[in-house]
């Protein structure tokens, strides 16, 4: 029988992957059915399962997830929070791209959740400073006194809220454990002036009584975290915190109580039992204060993003009926015109329709050159108008704008795994047992071993193993580069799908190129029309191939409809329009059969051509102009060469590519003459003509079968395939979606040099990740065994747990601090 339960909590493929597995544990279940996004799982059983088996099985597993039998309104679902955006991820990835609806703790690492940085969504709100229930959307007068309304301070985000609170549990923390670390110290002094105030005992009461703020309150945070590991079984860095720093508390407490219970080792002279308050107190603060500093840290590792989302304008001026208005970004519509003044923020992506100005577009390509603009070209929200005003129509608003997608591919990618990650969470699943073992074995051996008092000895280092072994650091190593790494790069123009292709466009050794869009401009123009049939003037052969053409988005195209539309030439309508992928298109025209191609397209059509034809149209392509046929009725009338300037910086990129050791090899559906020519001027050695889609498709699968790591960079729909196999598919940000759909790599401005950029970013990256993961091997290597005493036999050396506390605290934050390394790397 089937049965539909509502479940909570779900919000991402790894969410539903984990509702199925707990599901499928359930004794009885025999089928699952997650559908994320009715948020329903339908459970198949052979016999009735009572609800409540359902229910505890949620509970047991501790992920976050709650399970229904009717749709109901969870405390959690309400409506965002008032700081922050409401997307929060855990840094480590733990369970993927999940992500989380409010600020906490990661269900499986414990650690803080951070803050997604996203595109603000609240218009700009005016008050009155005399009057501050007033709220306008529009800077004004106060209705009640008249004053200048003034913008209205945007809440703190959750980010920094997290860091203001842990900062102040941090002081109050530090406050009570001073004391107690004085007291406990005095011990050290020849006639402790304290003890003529009162007794030892009695000074043990007083650090347990200043203790209780500092493990109840500043901290306790530490021993929810490690309650619910061990819970749950996802034993991590608070397990080992939590296990260590309770020890020495609850040790201490009882011996106050009880101390008859303890033999003499544990005893001082006076015959109080030793307390460890102050190493429980130290090592919580200190842990607290790694916390601080990582929420601090963590807050850099995201400021490429951050940088990005101050470039996205709260307002824009609108003209109606040539009007100015200001409105808020939110209220503008496709197809609305704009004014942009000079020194303004473009509000949207859009066509500029009147005037001409130069734009800063160096925050979202990297190039810090300004790039003139004029009537028809196209500008991006969050770029910078020079010294000129223009007025503009919207084309994208929104999550449409690339502004926008720039920023959720930036975040995407930030959340991902890089395959050397794995290694990493292999460790991880074994470190804390392996840990909980090596403590208890530094236990063992010491207080069989140890010199007297052999049973403090062992207490004190087995929590120092506990302590100073830190999971995090080996979990962070990986992440923290990539969210660095992703962020250079979308400053940078290069925009990362995920931290594979980070990873894998290091091993590249061949990288595929396309001529049109690639190596060149990707702007062709029609250069020369010309007549086989006396019929038929250069002005009627323009006229049918651009009314053929204009069904088709290819540039080729494109280019000879913008020529007949100069020319003031009235196209015709077509019927059965038929595009052959790599070689034309074809269609009817006033009952004529038309096709407009390549050689490819004329030869299986069978369209007769003589001697002559062919050596007027090669001596076009052997000046590096593409030649497109045309044919009615299956007789070949004439031919439109066009041409396509070699972009400035293909050269000089793929001269700097060869260097670094890629085989740069380029695969063209043109002509072999043209190829070859256009070939010869960037230095390409290795290049292909007439190539299909399909071809260039089994190229890619050719090199990969000989064991080749093979990029592809494309721009049009025939690259898709190609682009979609390799191993990481490099898209011009100027080509069609369906390519940029098929990457795995994004350049906004889509040149070659953007290539140079991604490879020496992927180099850093990795190099950055390999040191972030030595540092926390060899940390964890070296701490564990010092802290067990493993020095004492030879330099009598032993690690106080307050001291292994400290070494922890800043191991994870040395990780972010090395990765935050890469935001000075020079890819140019």
Not at 318 to 340: C, F, H, M
Request: a negative charge; aromatic letters at 8%.
């Amino acid at each position: 029988m089937k049965q539909t339960y509502h479940i909570h909590g779900m919000s991402c493929n790894g969410c539903k992957k984990h509702v199925e597995q707990i599901l499928s544990k359930v004794e009885g279940v025999e089928d699952v059915v997650v559908d994320l996004s009715k948020s329903e799982a339908t459970v198949n059983t052979k016999k009735p399962i009572r609800f409540k088996r359902l229910e505890k099985a949620f509970q047991e597993d501790g992920g976050g997830y709650e399970i229904y039998k009717e749709k109901k309104q969870h405390k959690s679902q309400k409506s965002k929070p008032k700081n922050g955006n409401g997307v929060f991820y855990c840094p480590m990835h733990c369970e993927g791209d999940k992500t989380y609806e409010a600020a906490g703790d990661c269900s499986v690492c414990g650690m803080d959740l951070v803050e997604q940085a996203t595109l603000p969504t609240n218009n700009q709100v005016y008050t009155c400073p005399m009057h501050p229930e007033i709220e306008e959307d529009n800077p004004g007068d106060c209705p009640i006194c008249g004053m200048d309304l003034v913008p209205k301070e945007a809440d703190v985000s959750a980010e920094e809220a997290n860091y203001r609170k842990l900062l102040k549990k941090f002081w109050i923390a530090l406050a009570f454990t001073l004391p107690i670390f004085i007291i406990a110290m005095s011990e050290m002094i020849h006639d402790n002036p304290l003890y003529d105030i009162m007794a030892l005992k009695y000074w043990n009461w007083v650090q347990f009584a200043f203790s209780l703020p500092v493990v109840f309150y500043a901290t306790w945070m530490f021993f929810e975290r490690a309650y619910r590991s061990l819970v749950t079984r996802h034993l991590n860095m608070f397990t080992l915190i939590g296990l260590g720093a309770s020890v020495a508390w609850v040790f201490s407490f009882f011996g106050m109580l009880f101390p008859d219970f303890f033999p003499e080792q544990f005893k001082t002279d006076s015959g109080t039992v030793h307390v460890y308050f102050e190493a429980a107190t130290v090592i919580l603060t200190l842990v607290l204060m790694g916390q601080v500093l990582e929420a601090r840290a963590h807050s850099k590792t995201n400021s490429a993003v951050k940088e990005l989302l101050k470039l996205s304008p709260n307002q824009a001026v609108r003209l109606v009926d040539g009007e100015e208005e200001t409105v808020s970004i939110e209220k503008i519509n496709i197809g609305d015109l704009l004014r942009v003044k000079p020194g303004d923020k473009i509000p949207v992506d859009g066509t500029l329709t009147k005037g001409s100005s130069s734009i800063d577009e160096s925050m979202i390509t990297g190039e810090p050159v300004p790039v003139d603009k004029s009537v028809g070209d196209q500008v991006s929200a969050g770029t910078i108008n020079g010294n000129q005003s223009f007025e503009m129509k919207a084309d994208k608003v929104g999550a449409d704008t690339l502004l926008s997608q720039i920023v959720e591919m930036v975040n995407e990618a930030s959340r991902s795994k890089a395959p050397i990650q794995k290694l990493a969470d292999r460790i991880s699943a074994y470190f804390v047992p392996a840990v909980v073992g090596v403590s208890i074995i530094t236990f063992v051996i010491w207080s069989v071993f140890g010199p007297e008092p052999s049973y403090v000895y062992a207490l004190v280092n087995a929590i120092a193993v506990l302590i100073i072994a830190c999971p995090c650091a080996l979990g962070l190593a990986t992440p923290m580069s990539v969210m660095v790494g992703v962020g250079k790069g979308a400053q940078n123009g290069v925009l990362v799908k995920n931290a594979e292709a980070l990873e894998k466009m290091h091993e590249i050794e061949y990288l595929i190129v396309d001529k049109t869009g690639t190596i060149t401009e990707g702007k062709p123009s029609v250069e020369k029309v010309g007549s086989f049939n006396d019929e038929y003037s250069s002005e009627d052969t323009l006229k049918l191939i651009a009314s053929l053409n204009q069904m088709s988005e290819h540039p080729l195209a494109e280019a000879t409809v913008k020529a007949a539309k100069d020319e003031n030439i009235q196209l015709l309508d077509i019927d059965d329009f038929d595009s052959v992928s790599g070689q034309g298109v074809k269609g009817l025209v006033d009952g004529k059969n038309i096709a407009v191609g390549n050689h490819a397209l004329m030869k299986s059509l069978e369209i007769e051509n003589d001697s002559e034809q062919i050596s007027l149209a090669r001596k076009e392509q052997e000046k590096g102009k593409t030649v497109s046929f045309l044919a009615v009725d299956g007789k070949l009338i004439g031919y439109v060469s066009i041409g396509d300037r070699i972009k400035d910086t293909s050269t000089e990129s793929i001269r700097l590519l060869q260097e670094e050791g890629i085989e740069v090899v380029m695969l063209t559906g043109d002509n072999p003459y043209t190829a070859q020519k256009v070939a010869e001027e960037v230095g390409i050695s290795s290049f292909k003509a007439e190539m299909m889609p399909e071809d260039k498709l089994n190229e890619v699968k050719r090199l990969q079968n000989e064991g080749k790591k093979v990029a592809m960079a494309g721009d049009g729909i025939n690259d898709a395939p190609a682009l979609a196999k390799s191993d990481v598919g490099i898209a011009m940000g100027t080509g069609t979606d369906v390519a940029i759909q098929s990457s795995r790599i994004t350049l906004v401005k889509g040149d070659l040099n953007g290539i140079v950029k991604a490879r020496r970013l992927s180099n850093s990256t990795i190099k950055n990740i390999r040191q972030n993961l030595f540092f926390a091997l060899i940390y964890n290597t070296i701490g564990v065994p010092v802290a067990a005493g493993v020095l004492y036999p030879v330099f009598g050396i032993l690690l106080s747990p307050m001291l292994a506390a400290l070494a922890m605290s800043f191991s994870s934050v040395s990780v972010i601090a090395n990765a935050l390394r890469l935001r000075t790397v020079k890819l140019d």
